[in-house]
């Protein structure tokens, strides 16, 4: 019912062209405009392919050029004003790990969420979390992740729960959401206006990380994508005066 609707309305595609121009006009932005554009060229490709239709007017629905993505990630001067702001008590303890955890390994949220006692191993500074879909990775932590860790399992309330990170009143896990509020309401106590979402950590991780002089083919590993083109597009994305930083520091004529 759906595809004949589609195709009724659609036919010759001079009713794209106007239902795409009608969107232009509604003023969306052009990150939305292009998600929506490309949605209609990929739905008229599949209908020619499939002989629905006989235009390939499709190829001529231009996908616009989209303006310079900007960096995603949190700030690292934002980062030590949120670690300031935890307390010396058992929440202020378990943000101060989860902080440095999320920066540290660049994880999503739902696989730091998710993490079982039994799949960290603190001996070798590594841990197994589960994402999207189910997904099993491992991460890597360093030092100062490590003894955050040993801190918080040291003071958490339900010492015998199988949970890394739990509510702090029972044994359930925590959810992404609570993460989210947490790293909110740390922002707001200690005045920090950036970006502080989980998903900015994991960004944080693969600029900091890109800056300090690590190659791009072992961040996407790290992060766990499957093509570095989705590291490329998504996280190794620099200001232009961070790429003159950059230039400056490695630049070959710097050996001549």
């Known amino acids: 019912m759906i595809l004949t609707y589609v195709l009724d309305q659609f036919k010759g595609g001079r009713s794209i062209r106007v239902y795409l ?15 929506h554009a490309r949605v209609v060229r990929r739905l008229f490709k599949w209908l020619y392919e499939e002989r629905y239709i006989d235009d390939g007017f499709w190829k ?10 900007e ?13 300031a702001g935890c307390e010396s008590n058992v929440t202020g303890v378990r943000d101060r790990a989860i902080i440095l955890f999320l920066l540290d ?9 998710s993490m079982r006692m039994d799949e960290v191993d603190l001996d070798n500074w590594f841990a197994t979390v589960h994402e999207k879909g189910d997904r099993s990775r491992k991460v890597l932590f360093g030092g100062k ?10 003071v958490r309330p339900f010492e015998n729960c199988h949970l890394v990170f739990s509510s ?19 922002a707001k ?20 990380y890109l800056r300090a002089g690590g190659d791009l083919a072992s961040v996407s590993d790290l992060l766990g994508h499957s093509q570095i083109t989705v590291t490329k597009a998504n996280y190794a994305v620099f200001l232009p005066e961070e790429h003159r930083e950059k230039h400056k520091a490695y630049s070959p004529v710097n050996i001549l």
């Not at 003894?147 to 399992?153: K, N, R, S």
């Open 21 to 35: 121009a009608g969107l232009r006009e509604a003023g969306m932005s052009p990150h939305y405009f292009y998600s």
């Open 145 to 154: 992740t490590r003894a955050a860790l040993l801190d918080w399992l040291n």
């Open 168 to 186: 702090l009143r029972d044994e359930r896990p925590m959810n992404p959401n609570s993460v989210i509020q947490m790293l909110r309401r740390l």
């Open 60 to 69: 001529r629905i231009k996908l616009p050029k989209l303006p310079p993505a």
């Open 189 to 208: 106590k200690v005045g920090v206006t950036g970006r502080v979402n989980p998903h900015a950590f994991r960004h944080g991780f693969a600029r900091e």
């Open 71 to 83: 960096p995603k990630g949190v700030e690292i001067e934002d980062v030590r004003r949120l670690l």
């Open 105 to 113: 390994t660049g994880c999503r949220v739902g696989g730091l969420c």
